[in-house]
Every structure is written in C-alpha cells, then in structure tokens.
C-alpha cells in the first residue's frame, strides 16, 4: 500500500522557516515526480513544486521560486519541501504528491494518483 505522510508543519511567524517533510513508502518511485501542493477551504489544490526522483529535475510555481526549495533523500525515500520568508498568504493545508514522471502538466493536480493527507501550516503577522 503505498502511503506518503507529511509532517513538519505547525503555527510559524511572518518572515520565519519551515521545512516539510513527505515520508514515502510501498513502491519505488523510481520514474515518478513527487509535489508538494496547497489548498485553502473553498480554493484549488495549488502546485507549488516538484522534483524527479531519479534525476532530481525541479519545477516551482512563479509565487514561490526563490522562497521555496524542494529535494529529496533517495534513502530516506522522503521528500522536503524548505520554505523561507513565509508570509499569512502562504497559511494553507500542504500536500504532498507523486505519479510517474511525464515533462507536461506537472502542475495540475488532477493528473496525481498519491496524495498525502496534508499538514497544516499557519503563518502569524
């Protein structure tokens, strides 16, 4: 069965760190994209990055490149997601993702199979 856990999440302060962490387990994802994406109540699922597990190529949505980093420890089978400078807007349930690896629509949603069951993450002003 596979199963990706997150955890890391938790109340943080405007302009404070936090890294996530998606736990993986019951399959190789050899060949797969692994994402980390967000959700507000009442709002899409938004892409926010992903990394290849072979080879470790990373995609970032525009509103986090440069604040967000993804990566991941092939053994650990653990994905991380190190977000800096966190703002109230980034306040959202975090997700993480995976699916085997095509070079299209990594940014959709609805085209990922696995999906954790999210962590909460506050942002205080």
């Known amino acids: 069965q596979v199963q990706l856990v997150e955890s890391g999440g938790g109340l943080v302060q405007a302009g404070g760190s936090l890294r996530l962490s998606c736990a993986t387990s019951?399959?190789?994802?050899?060949?797969?994209?692994m994402a980390w994406f967000r959700q507000a109540p009442g709002k899409e699922r938004e892409f926010l990055a992903g990394?290849?597990?072979?080879?470790?190529?990373?995609y970032y949505a525009d509103s986090v490149k440069g604040r967000f980093t993804i990566s991941r420890d092939k053994a650990k089978n653990t994905v991380f997601l190190q977000m800096n400078s966190l703002e109230p807007e980034d306040t959202d349930v975090y997700y993480c993702a995976a699916d085997p690896y095509r070079d299209y629509d990594v940014r959709s949603p609805s085209l990922y199979n696995y999906w954790g069951q999210g962590t909460q993450v506050p942002v205080s002003s």
């Open positions: 019951g399959r190789s994802f050899s060949g797969y994209i």
């Open positions: 990394i290849t597990w072979n080879f470790g190529r990373t």
